[in-house]
């Protein structure tokens, strides 16, 4: 509830800034790593949207991979879970470079 209030807020400044009074589609992108739960997301979106500028807005979410440098293979590997050994070396000297954060990827306004 606590993330679909910021986003709440992102979106209604947003619309000050940006002048748009209406919300018809959001994108979020979700990192494996975040700790934002889609399903909760989901669930919480349309009762804290009500009111707001993002009333009755279709909710897209995309899933991002959680991604790693490992040091030993000098590669980017895909992990699932932020201690997670190297899938190649078995290694855990692992740098998490992608999958930490949520953002909105796409807003479509009127
Ligand atoms: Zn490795």
Do not use: H
């Amino acid at each position: 509830m606590a993330i679909c209030e910021s986003i709440r807020q992102i979106l209604e400044e947003q619309a000050r800034s940006a002048g748009f009074t209406r919300v018809e589609r959001v994108k979020l992108a979700i990192g494996a790593l975040s700790g934002v739960e889609p399903e909760a997301l989901r669930f919480g979106f349309d009762v804290v949207m009500r009111g707001g500028v993002a009333e009755g807005a279709r909710l897209e979410i995309e899933d991002v991979a959680a991604r790693a440098w490992c040091m030993p293979c000098a590669a980017n590997v895909a992990i699932s879970a932020r201690y997670d050994a190297c899938p190649q070396c078995g290694s855990y000297q692992l740098q998490v470079t992608g999958g930490e954060d949520m953002t909105i990827r796409e807003l479509e306004v009127l």
